[in-house]
């Protein structure tokens, strides 16, 4: 089993910047083989993605919307995950999970849904001003 949290959410105005950062617990072991997105969700509609990383690092895939703006980085030293944001725009507004999952294809993750994780944290709300 795999617990993550989320933290670093908050109200931004645009072309402002945030890091947020996902926080992995359970057996070490586990957690290192486990690649980790970033998806975000609005009220109404599914659960988008946003951002990837392999489970060693090695590969980032990120969405179209949200192309440089964002960079994704894991330390599993840490047993964490960040996603710095940045340029942000009142369309990056939502809350934003992170989830964990095994992927037989580092390549995969560019274009997984959230059914494919297996496990997610609670979230953490960003809004952006326009």
């Known amino acids: 089993q795999v617990q993550l949290e989320e933290s670093g959410g908050g109200l931004v105005q645009a072309g402002g910047s945030l890091r947020l950062s996902c926080v992995t617990s359970?057996?070490?072991?586990?957690?290192?083989?486990?690649?980790v997105g970033w998806f975000r969700q609005v009220p109404g509609k599914d659960r988008e993605f946003v951002a990837a990383?392999?489970?060693?690092?090695?590969?980032?895939f990120y969405s179209d919307s949200v192309g440089e703006r964002f960079k994704i980085s894991r330390d599993n030293a840490q047993n964490t995950v960040h996603l710095q944001m940045t340029e942000l725009k009142p369309e990056d507004t939502g809350v934003y999970y992170c989830?964990?999952?095994?992927?037989?294809?580092?390549?995969?993750?560019?274009?997984?849904?959230?059914?494919?994780?297996?496990?997610w944290g609670q979230g953490t709300q960003v809004t952006v001003s326009s």
């Open positions: 989830g964990a999952g095994t992927f037989f294809r580092n390549f995969d993750l560019k274009t997984a849904g959230a059914s494919r994780y297996s496990f």
């Open positions: 990383i392999s489970f060693n690092g090695e590969d980032e």
């Open positions: 359970g057996a070490s072991r586990v957690k290192v083989a486990y690649a």
